[in-house]
Every structure is written in structure tokens, then in C-alpha cells.
Nanobody, 116 residues
Framework: QVQLVESGGGLVQPGGSLRLSCVVS????????MGWYRQAPGMQRELVAR??????NYTDSVKGRFTISEDDDKNTVYLQMNSLKPEDTAIYYC???????????WGRGTQVTVSS
């Protein structure tokens, strides 16, 4: 019954900002590895950011621009995206990775388009 629902995507100009949200039900985000992935047309899905507890890591292309965070009370994970570039255009997916089993859960994605 684990469900992940993303929101916050949209159209933004280069240099703009968006905040993506992922509301999780059926489990607690504090117990699992949470991540944001993205997939552009014709490209493989890639890891953007991952968080476990107080630790977070990012792909090099977004370091200094994106920030992943969790609100355990709201059972929600966020991706704050600043200084957006056209190459950030993709469908962004929320991911939950069970630490004990490695089972993966995915949201349906939210479209982010960066264009002038």
C-alpha cells in the first residue's frame, strides 16, 4: 500500500526556481532511503538526489543548485531546485528504497520544463 505522489512541476524560465514535493503514504520516509530521479526524452533515468537521515548526496550537475530535504511529520520529501537550466528539463520521479530489502517504489512523476 505504499504510494508516492509528486507535485510541483511546471514551466519555468532559465534561472528560475521550483520546489517539488513527494507525499508518501503506507510507510514512513524516516525509515527509508528517499530519492529524486529524472528522465529526459531519449535518456536513461538518472539519480538527482538522495537522502537518508541527515545525509544527502547529489549528482554533480545539480550540486549547489538543488536541495533535497524531508519533513518526517508530514511524511514528505522535497526537492528545491534553484538556478534552473534548460538541461534540467525532464520528468522528475520520487523514489523510495527499502533499506532492508532493496525494494523500490516510484511515483508517477511530475514534468519540469525549463525554457525561455
Amino acid at each position: 500500500q505504499v504510494q508516492l505522489v509528486e507535485s510541483g512541476g511546471g514551466l519555468v524560465q532559465p534561472g528560475g526556481s521550483l520546489r517539488l514535493s513527494c507525499v508518501v503514504s503506507g510507510t514512513a520516509v524516516a525509515f527509508d532511503v528517499m530519492g529524486w530521479y529524472r528522465q529526459a526524452p531519449g535518456m536513461q533515468r538518472e539519480l538527482v538526489a538522495r537522502i537518508i537521515g541527515a545525509f544527502a548526496n547529489y549528482t554533480d550537475s545539480v550540486k549547489g543548485r538543488f536541495t533535497i530535504s524531508e519533513d518526517d511529520d508530514k511524511n514528505t520529501v522535497y526537492l528545491q531546485m534553484n538556478s534552473l537550466k534548460p538541461e534540467d528539463t525532464a520528468i522528475y520521479y520520487c523514489n523510495l528504497d527499502r533499506r532492508l530489502t532493496g525494494a523500490q517504489y516510484w511515483g508517477r512523476g511530475t514534468q519540469v520544463t525549463v525554457s525561455s
